[in-house]
């Protein structure tokens, strides 16, 4: 990670702050963060990749969809399933209309999707059961043995 920073410093010295060359290493190091679950900065790091690749590319590129791409698994990682598909869905958009309907990017994009759709249905579906556990086990006073 050190020498990602300093690749990070020299670049950013060099060529500033919005230049292509910086957009990889701080991905790299967003990656590296978001790999030792250190998701905050993980995610700060890839919305400064957004933010170069929007000022390089426009908000319509490829290379924009995959810092969207980026930011949703920082988001699934952290439990956070609405705003993990809000991100897959800006990148599917993205890749829609770039690539087409069946390129690998637009459907690893929408089965990514589909994924997390799933796993915010199994989440909500246990938080029903948990609701519907707790309330049976409530004791009403007309139902406890001992009001007899």
């Known amino acids: 990670m050190m020498f990602y920073r300093e690749a990070l ?3 950013r010295d060099a060529y500033g702050l919005h230049h292509p060359d910086v957009a990889p ?3 790299s190091i967003g990656t590296i963060l978001t790999k030792k679950g250190e998701y905050k900065e993980a995610y700060e790091v890839f919305r400064d990749v ?12 490829p290379e924009v969809a995959s810092a969207y791409k980026s930011l949703g698994n920082v988001h699934y ?6 705003d ?12 829609r209309r770039t690539r087409g309907e069946e390129h690998r990017d637009t459907v690893a994009a929408q089965t990514t999707i589909e994924h997390i759709r799933y796993w915010m249905r199994e989440r909500g579906l246990k938080k029903m059961e948990e609701r519907h556990s707790q309330s049976s086990r409530r ?3 007309d139902e406890d043995e001992r009001s007899c």
């Open 25 to 27: 290493i701080l991905k």
């Open 9 to 11: 410093r020299l670049n």
């Open 139 to 141: 004791v009403r006073p």
């Open 84 to 95: 993990a598909e809000r991100q897959y869905r800006h990148a599917l958009t993205i890749y």
């Open 50 to 61: 957004l933010s170069i690749k929007c000022t390089i590319h426009g908000t319509g590129h």
């Open 77 to 82: 990682k952290m439990g956070e399933l609405a």
